[in-house]
Nanobody, 123 residues
């Protein structure tokens, strides 16, 4: 199995910055994709940003130019640097990991989610 733990959420004023971190652990052979999703109050969960194993990145239009996703493959970690935060960025931010794991002689693909970290942006 693959465990995913986020950290770094909190309360910030509009225009401020936050950095989220996510650590993946377990029987990981390789990581294909790491991503950040968020779910605002009364909204569906949406993709914020993702990064692939070859460092291709993709962002939601609403965060382009303000958020930056990065990863440390040696540590199985992904980060989300958020700047110029807006009240509409408020929500629970979830880390998603698509990884290949090994159990004994068997390899399998895992899609794992963290528990989420709350980000609140006040106006």
């Amino acid at each position: 199995q693959v465990q995913v733990v986020e950290s770094g959420g909190g309360l910030v004023q509009a225009g401020g910055s936050l950095r989220l971190s996510c650590a993946a652990s377990g029987s990981i052979v390789s990581i294909n994709v790491m991503a950040w999703y968020r779910q605002g109050p009364g909204k569906q969960r949406e993709l914020v940003a993702e990064i692939t194993s070859d460092t291709y990145t993709r962002y939601a239009d609403s965060v382009k130019g303000r958020f930056t996703i990065s990863s440390d493959s040696a540590k199985n970690m992904v980060y989300l640097q958020m700047t110029s935060l807006k009240p509409e960025d408020t929500g629970v931010y979830y880390c998603y990991v698509d990884a290949e794991g090994r159990v004994g002689e068997f390899y399998t693909e895992y899609e794992s989610w963290g528990q989420g970290t709350q980000v609140t942006v006040s106006s």
